[in-house]
């Protein structure tokens, strides 16, 4: 078989993901390619095999080269996302801090915009933190939709998965929707909520930048407030386009 190279990528097709959708692509196509083949051996005897024909087709599928090129794309579609700079292996972390970014980056920006101004790396310490508040606080299965989104979209779309699938999802709208219908339920203007998510948020923000005491990288009650009322009170019904950022 001659040699093949790995394929040079544009914008247009690079694999944004990586991840065991790829390998789920892998077994979907060997499954749909093994089936083909049965079914046309099945043929060939007359429309019926006997268990003992059976095993002897897939013992001889097992030492096939036959199926070598689905393993060479599966390979391919890894190569090429680990050269893309959107390339980000499957992590419930990653994906649940994307989607809070996703559906709450204008109010972040706009509710904290000082802070990210002073140092970049903050917005990510803060996705952090909001998250791990959101499974506390606000959505205990929050990763449980994620990931529920992941394998339903893996084996719908397999290879071919991006995050735009993950974002429209039913499971993680509805998930977000929760979210923020718990922060409506919940007194978003009561100074105890406030103060329990100021603190929260604040741990994360000392322990990534190793403060102790005051500092203006620190959030405040005024802005914690704005920020839990803004989010309490946004309309999700239409899907802003997305930007990738997983890092």
């Not at 394929?7 to 247009?12: I, Q, Y």
């Not at 024909?53 to 080269?65: G, H, L, P, V, Y």
């Not at 704005?226 to 930007?243: D, E, T």
């Amino acid at each position: 078989m001659a040699k093949r190279d790995i394929s040079k990528t544009g914008k247009s097709d690079i694999w944004p993901m990586v991840g065991p959708h790829i390998c789920n692509q892998t077994g979907k196509d060997l499954i749909d390619l093994m089936a083909r083949s049965l079914i046309n051996h099945c043929t060939k005897n007359g429309g019926t095999l006997n268990r003992q024909e059976i095993t002897n087709f897939f013992a001889r599928a097992s030492k096939s080269s036959r199926f070598f090129d689905v393993y060479y794309d599966s390979y391919e579609k890894c190569m090429r996302s680990c050269k893309s700079h959107n390339f980000v292996v499957f992590n419930k972390n990653l994906y649940g801090k994307f989607i809070i970014d996703h559906y709450f980056n204008p109010i972040i920006t706009h509710c904290f915009d000082n802070k990210i101004r002073r140092s970049g790396k903050w917005i990510n310490v803060f996705l952090f933190g909001f998250l791990e508040f959101t499974r506390k606080y606000l959505h205990r299965d929050f990763d449980l939709a994620v990931s529920k989104a992941y394998k339903t979209n893996s084996s719908r779309h397999g290879g071919k998965l991006t995050i735009t699938h993950i974002i429209s999802d039913e499971n993680v709208v509805n998930a977000v929707k929760y979210l923020i219908g718990s922060l409506g339920r919940t007194a978003t203007n009561d100074s105890e909520m406030t103060r329990l998510f100021c603190n929260f948020i604040d741990s994360y923000i000392c322990k990534y930048y190793n403060l102790t005491g005051p500092d203006m990288l620190k959030i405040n009650e005024v802005e914690g407030a704005s920020f839990l009322v803004r989010v309490a009170n946004l309309n999700i019904g239409k899907a802003r386009k997305h930007r990738l950022r997983l890092h």
